[in-house]
């Protein structure tokens, strides 16, 4: 049986990027990918910073491919009925990025193999613990491999792959709810011209969710299988291939058990800042106020974290100490500012 350093379950950009750093490290790595890259993939708008991301890993070659467009202006519609324009021309990084997600995906994972890795394609990997230590990688298309560490870079999926790793969402009922709403806003209201909602879609769960359990003997969960942002923000393809870099940067410089208690620390710290930028973006959206779902969002996710809810406040603008403020208030004074990010898109 093959034997692998890394078995990275999943090629999407944080697998690909961690099985390209990994392997250029001069680790023994197989990345295995379930699908053949042979639909199309969700995710297609980055802001300018995956220019700078991409060129991290001296990928930034990427941003230039006929599957990469330039997007040099993001439009979108929140707070309001009115649609606003946010110009790139002033990021240093040139234009946001429209993307072919499926030839991008596969490009990075091909990417991975120039550089050294194994890459298997059309088998789900599950892992099964070795009695010696480490796992065997077990492909639904029936190949094996025996790996030291197993990395899940699996993206939303919940589980099943034989690994105690637990998942948490951040928002229950949102999908009918976010149908219902928008089709009352004036843009999509437009675009129905009065055709009711289907009553059976396809409808893909892109709820805020974490790996509440996403590091243990030997495996560890990376990208959107750590935590998987709302795609409103924007950012789930930089957090991924970010998560990566980061990931590998920490193999090279702690022993296990630091790692392992790194990568919780983190999660909690990344949850509680995702968690708060999120209530803070949503608490500029008005129009859904007197719904009970908006109303939860808001306090919801800070809530999750099952922390103090009390946040620090580093007062950079008052030069004075960090203080701690309650959510509510902070909450308060953020209402009335605009999201943040490129490609959000509600009308
Ligand atoms: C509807 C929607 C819209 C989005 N829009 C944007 C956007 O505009 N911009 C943006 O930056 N982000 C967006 N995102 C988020 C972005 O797509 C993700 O954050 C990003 O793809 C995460 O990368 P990843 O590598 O962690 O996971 P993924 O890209 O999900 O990759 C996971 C990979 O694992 C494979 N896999 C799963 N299970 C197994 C298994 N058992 N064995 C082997 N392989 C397996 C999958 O086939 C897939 O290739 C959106 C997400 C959704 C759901």
Known sequence: MAQYDFVIAGAGPAGSVFALLAARAGYRVLLAEK?????SRFGEIAPPELRLVLARVGLQYLA??????????????????????????????????????????EELALAAREAGADLKLGGAVRFVPHPRGGYIAELSNGGEARAQISVLATGRGGGGFGLPYVRR???????????EALARTKVIQQVLDGCPLPRTLSVTNARGSYAQKGIGNQ????????????????????????????????????????LSAEMDARTVRDVEAYSLDHARTYATELR????????????????????????????????????????????????????????????
């Not at 439009?75 to 993307?99: E, F």
Request: a negative charge; glycine letters at 6%.
């Open 219 to 258: 495996w560890v969960a990376i990208g959107d299988s750590r935590i998987a942002p709302d795609p409103l923000s924007g950012l789930g393809i930089i957090w991924a291939i970010d998560d990566a870099i980061l990931v590998v940067h920490l193999f090279s410089r702690m022993k296990w058990q630091r």
């Open 64 to 105: 230039d491919e006929p599957f990469c467009c330039d997007a040099p202006a993001a439009l979108s519609v929140w707070g309001g009925d009115q649609p606003k324009c946010r110009q790139h021309i002033l990021s240093p990084y040139g234009p946001a990025l429209r993307i072919d997600r499926r030839l991008f995906d």
């Open 35 to 39: 699908s053949r890259f042979d639909k």
């Open 169 to 179: 969402y951040l928002d229950d009922n949102v999908l009918r709810w976010w149908l």
């Open 288 to 347: 859904f106020n007197n719904s009970q779902f908006w109303n939860s969002v808001l306090l919801s996710e800070v809530l999750t974290s099952q922390k103090d809810i009390s946040l620090d406040l580093d007062s950079e603008s008052s030069g004075k100490h960090a203080t701690r403020l309650p959510i509510s208030t902070m909450l308060a004074r953020s209402a009335g500012g605009t999201p943040q990010h490129a490609g959000c898109c509600i009308a």
